[in-house]
């Protein structure tokens, strides 16, 4: 069975500092991995992905992702963050199925930014 | 702007009435999902469709009924709902092959009276 935990249900910042947010997994085969963000009463939007082609994984908004094996780890980060960047952030492991994929997601981690 | 389309985006019903949600999607996705979310929650996955087949349902009441009209149409019909089944409906759709992300709408806000 595939989990994942993210440390920390609220994170706050201050406008342009390093945003940190923790995701470890947990996966009896090489994992899919995915950082989703939701802002208030819309959609999850796809942030970016680890697909095992590269352990440095770039994406939307100046978010990136590191996946370290060793660690069982796919930490976000974003090396200033912007007052826009206040939202609810989901990690995700993806259970690949014939036909469809079913996502495990973490109970989510909400960012606060302030002035 | 997402390419999954849902309406409506805001619905209110009492527990006797009938509705239906709506989604859709032009990316040539093959795979659909329903997911049920409360809030400060995680998505909860509902109903997989996959070619137009149910192939996942998480032990979902019947008063939530899926269809799949076809490859880019994804129903939910509601019916005799509890005011706990308020919540947001989201749906996704993602490719048969590939990595397994799935691409959401923007969900319709569900409320039960």
């Known amino acids: 069975a595939q989990s994942v935990t993210q440390l920390g249900s609220h994170v706050s910042v201050s406008e342009g500092a390093l945003v940190l947010l923790r995701c470890n997994y947990s996966?009896?085969?090489?994992?899919?991995l995915f950082w989703y963000v939701q802002y208030p009463n819309q959609g999850l939007q796809l942030l970016l992905k680890?697909?095992?082609?590269?352990?440095l994984v770039k994406g939307i908004n100046g978010f990136e992702a590191e996946f370290k094996k060793s660690e069982t780890s796919f930490h976000l980060t974003k090396p200033s963050a912007h007052m826009s960047d206040a939202a609810e952030y989901f990690c995700a492991v993806s259970a690949r199925r014939t036909g469809y994929s079913t996502l495990t997601f973490g109970k989510g981690t909400m960012l606060l930014v302030s002035p | 702007d997402t390419e999954v389309t849902q309406t409506p985006k805001h619905l209110v019903m009492g527990m006797t009435n009938k509705k239906s949600l709506k989604c859709e999607q032009h990316?040539?996705?093959?795979?659909m999902y329903w997911y049920k979310q409360k809030a400060k929650k995680p998505p909860e996955l509902m109903f997989v469709y996959s070619y137009e087949k149910l192939s996942i349902n998480e032990s979902v009441p019947s008063r939530f009924s899926p269809e799949c009209p076809n490859s880019s149409l994804l129903n939910l019909h509601l019916h005799a709902l509890q005011p706990e089944d308020s919540a947001l409906y989201l749906c996704?759709?993602?490719?048969?092959?590939?990595?397994?992300?799935?691409?959401f709408g923007e969900g319709s806000r569900l409320t039960v009276l």
């Open positions: 996704a759709s993602s490719q048969i092959d590939g990595a397994g992300e799935l691409f």
């Open positions: 990316m040539g996705h093959r795979a």
């Open positions: 996966s009896s085969v090489p994992p899919y």
């Open positions: 680890y697909t095992s082609a590269a352990t």
